[in-house]
């Protein structure tokens, strides 16, 4: 994968903060994924988090079950996306505490953001072929991917805080 460290900016920090803290809110306990799809303004557009659809049952026996969970959930992007009550037509999208997967790729350029940010992270192996995908889509259609880069050269992984992210 081709990362892209970017200058730390405040801003970026404080959306990647909100994005792990929306990200709490889901109930999958092996992946908590929050996103922040924000405007050219820095307003806060919509927020979401992996989860089921409205309404649909979402017990622990689904959660427990990979092949099931796959097939119920509605990741953290595609519910930024979904839930938005306006066009996010030029928006950026912050997504923690991983890139996009290739589903969600599609919808977020089909959406018209422009701007991914998340933060340096180990990919789960199960997820780096899709992510792969995901990143060339990205690339073809002309959105920006940025990395954050940490202090020192760790990567982030999940449940690290902002704190660590290095602003240069
Ligand atoms: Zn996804």
Not at 54 to 77: L, P
Not at 108 to 119: F, L
Not at 129 to 146: L, R
Request: aromatic letters at 8%.
């Amino acid at each position: 994968m081709r990362y892209k460290a970017v200058r730390g900016n405040k801003w970026d920090i404080r959306f990647l903060l909100l994005a792990q803290h929306v990200a709490s809110w889901s109930k999958d306990e092996s992946t908590q994924a929050g996103a922040v799809i924000v405007d050219n303004q820095r307003r806060v557009m919509s927020l979401g988090y992996n989860g089921f659809p409205r309404g649909v049952i979402d017990g622990k026996d689904r959660y427990s079950n990979r092949e099931v969970k796959y097939r119920f959930i509605v990741h953290a992007e595609a519910n930024a996306i979904l839930q938005s009550k306006v066009t996010v037509e030029g928006c950026s999208l912050y997504v923690w505490p991983m890139p996009p997967c290739s589903g969600c790729a599609k919808s977020i350029i089909q959406s018209g953001i422009k701007t991914v940010i998340v933060p340096r992270c180990d990919i789960p192996e199960r997820w780096k072929d899709d992510m792969d995908i995901a990143n060339t889509m990205f690339s073809e259609a002309g959105v920006e991917v940025s990395y954050h880069a940490l202090k020192g050269s760790g990567f982030l992984r999940q449940r690290q805080t902002l704190h660590d992210i290095a602003i240069k």
